[in-house]
């Protein structure tokens, strides 16, 4: 079985992460590594202004401080009308403020555009960083919808509750978890390293 790092201190993405393992089974081939279970605690700062910047950040971090390959992603919300706002700097902006507060401050911000364009997105992207070689390799992914008018549902995790999927009509937090992982950026961005990762020799 291989095993490879994911470079995260966020359990709920961690998770998210090990449930696309298993639902594109690949978890009888692919063994997923916590930062946690390595005992690493510090983070760098991420200071680029592109998801695969900081992903690439991420990854070259934690490779050479363990000396292993490790994979590391970035993702971000993103308003259309509001110029991709908040978007690189979803994480950060508005630093030590709950999630239903940006949320409240996202709508606020659109509302006051009176704009009709709801379009609105997530972005991930995905860098895999073979230690052994020095080799980048990225793998995006976004999952396309628009903006809610309030935030809806419970199942809720980061901007969910006020991304409407586009083909089922309901916000991100109001999807069942298995139905997220299969349609999410993450899935996108994820399924298409796995895959690269299966195949890959390292």
């Given at each position: ?5 994911f ?7 961690l998770k998210?992460?090990?449930?696309i393992v298993k639902d594109?089974h690949y978890?009888?081939a692919?063994?997923i590594?916590?930062?946690e ?7 760098p ?8 910047g900081?992903?690439e ?12 390959s490790v ?6 919300f993103e308003v259309?009308?509001l ?12 630093k030590n403020k ?12 659109f ?10 997105r997530?972005?991930a ?7 052994n070689?020095?080799k ?7 999952w396309?919808?628009s ?11 980061g901007y969910?509750?006020?991304?409407v999927?586009?083909i089922?009509?309901l916000?991100a937090?109001e999807?069942?978890?298995?139905v997220?992982?299969s349609?999410?950026h ?10 690269f990762?299966?195949n890959?020799?390292?």
């Amino acid at each position: 079985m291989k095993e490879i790092i994911f470079s995260t201190h966020n359990n709920h993405k961690l998770k998210e992460v090990q449930e696309i393992v298993k639902d594109i089974h690949y978890s009888d081939a692919i063994k997923i590594i916590s930062l946690e279970q390595l005992n690493v605690t510090l983070e760098p700062e991420e200071t680029h202004l592109t998801y695969r910047g900081n992903s690439e950040l991420k990854a070259v971090f934690y490779g050479n401080l363990l000396k292993k390959s490790v994979v590391a992603d970035d993702s971000g919300f993103e308003v259309k009308t509001l110029g991709n706002f908040p978007g690189v700097a979803s994480a950060r902006w508005m630093k030590n403020k709950p999630y239903n507060e940006k949320c409240k401050k996202i709508l606020e911000m659109f509302r006051e555009t009176k704009s009709d364009n709801r379009d609105a997105r997530f972005v991930a992207s995905v860098c895999f960083y073979d230690y052994n070689h020095q080799k980048k390799y990225f793998f995006d992914g976004y999952w396309n919808g628009s903006i809610s008018s309030r935030q809806k549902g419970t199942n809720n995790f980061g901007y969910d509750p006020i991304f409407v999927d586009k083909i089922f009509r309901l916000t991100a937090s109001e999807l069942p978890t298995f139905v997220k992982n299969s349609i999410s950026h993450r899935r996108e961005a994820m399924e298409k390293f796995l895959t690269f990762f299966h195949n890959y020799e390292n």
